[in-house]
């Protein structure tokens, strides 16, 4: 689980090079490469719009498939201002339902995708990072639930399981994992989110694809 506090990160500016250092809050608008001219992709925590959203940011632990850390201790969910309202959206439906969201990943730095690609360069479980993720853009959450008193609840798999029980239309597993997918499923594109098809944890804009790709890095892993 990661913290919202003292959190860094280095805007960098693709066209001029540029870079900016930030605390905390809302990180700024960034131009990113390959954008047109006063393209703007600002980015918002996505806790201070859904104040209940459980944290367990992988790529901030050794705990994926990376086997490394490359997420600074205090990475947060940053994500597009419309993903964010979206997520909120989902959320506000499914804390009736007894549940809560938890994410996995949220805005993730193309260099990061780039080590991904090293490890795993298979289009559908990564994207190619010279074409960009929709996690580069701000517009992707990996995600799941838990209950209001934040206990796991049973899933067809474990996170970045790269395997068929994982894809959507995956019918063994129990019911009860079948159940938890398709609440959250209904939930999420009911709130104008695109499932991917082959992980039942990320979920898109629909229009993701034309937003720009950012080269927002992190701080360093110390």
């Given at each position: 689980?990661?913290?919202?506090?003292?959190?860094?990160?280095?805007?960098?500016l693709?066209?001029?090079?540029?870079a900016?250092?930030?605390?905390?809050?809302?990180?700024?608008p960034?131009k990113?490469?390959?954008?047109?001219a006063?393209?703007?992709?600002p980015?918002?925590?996505?806790?201070?719009?859904?104040?209940?959203?459980?944290?367990d940011?992988?790529?901030?632990?050794?705990d994926?498939?990376?086997k490394?850390?490359?997420?600074?201790?205090?990475?947060?969910?940053?994500?597009?201002?419309?993903?964010?309202?979206?997520?909120k959206?989902?959320?506000?439906v499914?804390?009736?339902?007894g549940?809560?969201?938890?994410?996995?990943?949220?805005?993730?730095?193309?260099?990061?995708?780039?080590?991904m690609?090293?490890?795993?360069?298979?289009?559908?479980?990564?994207?190619?990072?010279r074409?960009?993720?929709?996690h580069?853009?701000?517009?992707a959450?990996?995600l799941t639930?838990?209950?209001?008193?934040?206990?796991?609840?049973?899933?067809?798999?474990?996170?970045?399981?790269?395997?068929?029980?994982?894809?959507?239309?995956?019918?063994?597993?129990?019911?009860?994992?079948?159940?938890?997918?398709?609440?959250?499923?209904?939930?999420?594109?009911?709130?104008?989110?695109?499932?991917?098809?082959?992980?039942?944890?990320?979920?898109?804009l629909?229009?993701a694809?034309?937003?720009?790709?950012?080269?927002v890095?992190?701080?360093?892993?110390?």
């Amino acid at each position: 689980m990661t913290t919202r506090l003292g959190w860094v990160v280095v805007l960098g500016l693709c066209v001029s090079g540029t870079a900016l250092a930030q605390d905390s809050g809302a990180a700024k608008p960034t131009k990113a490469k390959g954008a047109k001219a006063g393209d703007i992709a600002p980015l918002v925590d996505a806790t201070t719009v859904v104040e209940d959203l459980a944290l367990d940011l992988r790529y901030a632990t050794a705990d994926n498939f990376l086997k490394k850390q490359v997420y600074p201790d205090t990475a947060r969910c940053l994500l597009l201002p419309e993903s964010a309202r979206k997520l909120k959206a989902a959320a506000d439906v499914l804390r009736p339902k007894g549940y809560r969201l938890k994410v996995y990943d949220c805005y993730r730095p193309r260099a990061v995708q780039w080590e991904m690609w090293k490890i795993m360069p298979v289009p559908g479980y990564v994207a190619d990072p010279r074409k960009g993720s929709n996690h580069n853009r701000g517009g992707a959450v990996d995600l799941t639930m838990v209950t209001l008193e934040g206990k796991e609840v049973e899933m067809p798999t474990a996170f970045d399981t790269f395997t068929p029980e994982a894809h959507h239309g995956y019918a063994g597993g129990s019911e009860a994992s079948r159940k938890h997918r398709e609440v959250l499923r209904e939930a999420m594109e009911g709130a104008g989110f695109a499932p991917n098809r082959m992980e039942w944890w990320h979920y898109d804009l629909p229009d993701a694809k034309s937003r720009p790709v950012l080269d927002v890095p992190f701080a360093p892993v110390k």
